[in-house]
């Protein structure tokens, strides 16, 4: 009898550590989500030059429009997943229906930038509307050297 309520112990103990940890690690996820949402708001709002009457209109829009691409971007990994982990025992009919779920993918993310790009007409001058495409880049390729170049210094680490 002492055993078992010290291997039901052993066993609380350990289920309650990896809940533990699963927590730690979704905490650390988020924070650096919400890091790098801040620094992206950050560089968008210095490098667009935004009026605050064209900064009170886009920004929802934009938030929305970041919203729904990222679970358009979401499902696309997972097709991407199904992809990678095809074997070469899938039928035909199986590849087809795969092939079918990434078009399908890949045109719901370019309806999301249609839909937006007009709305975003409706509320920014041409130009700012192209240079949110720019600056959304610059922004990309500032994150890509940021943390390369972090990598290369363990210091900062």
């Known amino acids: 009898m002492k055993r078992q309520i010290i291997f039901y112990l052993l ?71 199904k992809v990678r982990d095809a074997g070469d025992t899938m039928s035909d009919k199986e590849v087809i229906e795969l092939t079918r779920e990434i078009a399908e993918s890949m045109q ?4 999301l930038f249609t839909k937006y790009n007009e709305e975003f007409l409706k509320i920014l001058p041409p130009q700012k509307v192209l240079g949110i495409y720019k600056t959304e880049k610059e922004f990309r390729m500032y994150m890509i050297k940021k943390y390369r170049d972090h990598g290369r210094n363990p210091k900062k680490r």
Do not use: C
């Open 108 to 111: 719901k993310e370019g309806a």
């Open 11 to 81: 066993l609380l103990f350990i289920f309650s550590t990896s809940v533990v940890n699963a927590q730690k690690k979704s905490d650390y996820h988020q924070n650096r989500w919400e890091k790098y949402r801040s620094e992206k708001i950050a560089f968008l709002t210095s490098n667009l030059e935004l009026t605050p009457a064209e900064a009170e209109k886009f920004w929802p829009v934009y938030n929305q429009m970041d919203k729904e691409r990222w679970e358009a971007q979401k499902m696309r990994r997972e097709v991407e997943e």
